[in-house]
């Protein structure tokens, strides 16, 4: 029991680097896996239409998605053993930071970023894009983490246990909700509740929140007319195959077509110009369709191993501080993959939540290779052996 008290007690004394031990050796493994089957599978989904696209930027090369994401994995590879490197007290020093430049970016977005298929979300560097949203998110989660460290003992109170933390929400969400990014408001929304209810907020503001959040929820469907159009294409996809449906009815029929053991990889048909964001959200419709039942999921199984291993490295944590960051990271990448396999198999309605590690874009891959450097950097301060912590009689 006093070990327990202890590793999640607002340590606020870090070891020295030298001290530290070594990286989760299983964490690591899994997100190395996970990583080189999403660039081989992006290079199975995309070659087509990086071939046929002469008009747009790859000019005809097959690799050039490919190449790209190549380049992002291995610079991804770099920032994950970089961000390891940095003690958990340095992102609680950061986190204010962060958050800062974050808002700072979605601000900047609404004013010149680029605009593609009516909503606003990147901001163009000339030889590559980034999407503050991405950033957003870790920023709550260190953010959140920080505060909730900070007001331990008031988090059941309106002044400290929610108003604070309500205000950044409104924030972020609104200009997330301007731009429009639906789905990473709701992301936004999500891993800002876990990190609450894991913080000990009463359950009574959860409650009311969800009511706010059908209401805001309900508001932006009678304001923006395509999340209506999307609603109704999700409840009856086959209505309207050549326009709302068609790309929902196209990734059904790339899973289906997979059967139990799939087409071979690269020899998938949907790729072909049937299916839209065939190597960015809906990469795991070629998935299926090219591994099958058993290959997608084998693939499931990994996340889920990663899933799991990074819960339990959070339960395992030092500190509270570092508990909570590993915990609301780990819960990220968990509700990417559920709602980006519950759209891909119209579950849900469509929205652009990428496949961590698999779907194709820069700022994603590096944004989650240096979410899981931080969890590694977390599991260098676990005690190798629970008697670490513990007194002698």
């Known amino acids: 029991m006093e070990y327990q008290n202890m590793r999640l007690a607002d340590y606020t004394e870090e070891a020295q680097d030298g001290e530290r031990g070594s990286f989760d050796a299983p964490f690591l493994l899994l997100t ?21 696209d002469i008009a747009n930027e790859t000019d005809g090369n097959a690799t050039y998605y490919f190449m790209k994401q190549l380049i992002f994995a291995a610079l991804g590879i770099v920032v994950m053993f970089f961000c390891s490197r940095f003690p958990m007290s340095f992102y609680r020093q950061i986190s204010f930071t962060v958050l ?100 000990g907020v009463r359950l009574k503001w959860f409650l009311i929140g969800g009511g706010a959040v059908a209401g805001l929820a309900a508001v932006v469907f009678s304001v923006f007319d395509y999340t209506s159009k999307r609603i109704s294409a999700w409840l009856d996809p086959f209505s309207d195959m050549s326009d709302t449906g068609y790309q929902i009815v196209q990734s059904l029929f790339s899973v289906g077509s997979g059967g139990l053991t799939g087409l071979g990889l690269g020899q998938g048909r949907q790729k072909y110009l049937y299916l839209p ?46 508990f909570l960051v590993c915990a609301g990271i780990t819960t990220l990448l968990a509700v990417q993959v559920i709602l980006n396999i519950a759209v891909v198999t ?9 496949l961590p590690f698999f779907s194709y874009g820069g700022t994603a891959l590096l944004i989650q290779m240096a979410e899981t450097g931080i969890i590694l950097s977390m599991s260098r301060d676990i005690p190798q052996k629970k008697q670490d912590y513990r007194t002698e009689d």
């Open 32 to 52: 190395m896996l996970l990583l080189t089957i999403g660039v081989i599978m992006v290079l199975s989904a995309s070659f087509a239409r990086a071939y046929y």
């Open 100 to 199: 800062l430049v974050s808002v700072g970016l979605l601000v900047l977005v609404l004013i010149i970023g680029t605009k593609v298929n009516d909503a606003r979300r990147w901001i163009n560097l000339g030889f590559t894009t980034i999407q503050p949203s991405e950033i957003a998110k870790i920023s709550i989660i260190l953010f959140f983490s920080t505060l909730i460290c900070k007001f331990k003992d008031k988090m059941a109170t309106i002044k400290y246990g929610l108003a604070p933390f309500a205000t950044i929400w409104a924030v972020i969400v609104g200009l997330l909700i301007l731009e429009p990014h639906f789905s990473g408001a709701v992301i936004i929304i999500t891993i800002g509740a876990v990190m609450l209810f894991l913080g």
């Open 277 to 322: 964001e065939e190597h960015n959200d809906y990469i795991f419709s070629v998935i299926c369709e090219e591994l099958g039942f058993i290959g997608a999921i084998l693939i499931l199984l990994l996340f889920a191993l990663l899933i799991i291993r990074g819960y339990w490295l959070a339960l395992h944590a030092r500190d509270r501080y570092s």
């Open 346 to 354: 119209n579950l849900l309605p469509a929205t652009g939540i990428s």
